[in-house]
């Protein structure tokens, strides 16, 4: 019987901070997007864990969408909380944002987030990358759910948590 692996981060959650720390000069796609002017006065103006709808922005910073209110736009990590979900497509400032610096993150900072190790080399256009990380499953969260199919079928016990997939309908 399956029981849902326990939380491995319970009480300490990774930090934006944490993720993308010490990542080596040597690792790949490294590569800045290159930001309008527009966009690296708004970001400055935008403060960590905020976007472009609840940043106090003057007029001409602000968007003039009028249907649209997601979260990610222009959306600044806070260095000290867990990433926001990283998404593989979108324009219109859904890159995710650095906290300290007014730029898009890089797609090695985006797989750090996404727990791909610093050695795993993307291949493709910088676009093909970020869309092949935003649509990855993070490394870490396969990993334990295959080690608890495993130890499921092995009859190995594992830290789990209630309820197990059985009681959900």
Do not use: C
Not at 131 to 142: C, H, N, R, T, Y
Request: glycine share 8%.
């Amino acid at each position: 019987r399956f029981r849902v692996p326990a939380p491995t981060t319970a009480g300490k959650p990774v930090s934006a901070r944490q993720a993308l720390a010490d990542i080596p000069k040597t690792a790949t796609n490294q590569e800045h997007t290159v930001q309008s002017g527009l966009v690296v006065e708004r970001l400055k103006l935008i403060k960590p864990g905020q976007n472009v709808w609840n940043a106090d922005l003057p007029p001409h910073l602000q968007l003039n969408v009028k249907s649209a209110r997601l979260s990610q736009i222009y959306r600044r990590l806070h260095p000290d909380k867990p990433s926001y979900t990283i998404t593989g497509s979108g324009g219109g400032g859904t890159h995710g944002y650095h906290w300290r610096e007014p730029r898009a993150l890089t797609n090695r900072e985006r797989a750090r987030i996404q727990t791909f190790p610093d050695q795993y080399v993307f291949e493709g256009s910088k676009e093909s990358v970020r869309k092949q990380i935003g649509m990855a499953v993070p490394v870490e969260l396969s990993r334990q759910i295959f080690l608890a199919i495993l130890k499921t079928f092995a009859g190995t016990k594992y830290p789990s948590i209630d309820p197990s997939i059985d009681d959900v309908v």
